[in-house]
């Protein structure tokens, strides 16, 4: 398995929850971030989606599902958090309600350790 691979393996969950962001392998141009709803349930293709990223090395593609899964923890987490809108989702970081800090923290540190791991960069 490429590294690519390993990092949506990691990232699997969190892809499956979102409905607007997706990664697809195409063909000569190789893995890339789709920004867009697709109604895979009724079989229909949204004509909403677009390529919103090229990833040229697994380090950008990691920083894209990391910040994908912040957005996903936020839209999870939006009532206590008390922002209406992020322009980088990263200042959710400083954000996070102090009840909630220490899981938040601790499942970022998580993914990215096992980002480290993959890309094989010490932590």
Known sequence: M???EELIAVFSDILKESQDYH???IYHAGYVAVVGEIDVANHKNSTTFFVDEFFDAPEKMAESLLRNWRWQWFYRHKQ?????DYKDIQELDKDV?????????????????????ILGTPA
């Open 97 to 117: 309600p102090e009840d909630l800090k220490e899981d938040y923290l601790r499942q970022l540190q998580e993914l990215e350790q096992k980002i480290d791991a």
């Open 2 to 4: 490429d590294k690519y």
């Open 23 to 25: 990664i697809a392998h």
């Open 80 to 84: 206590n958090v008390g922002k209406m």
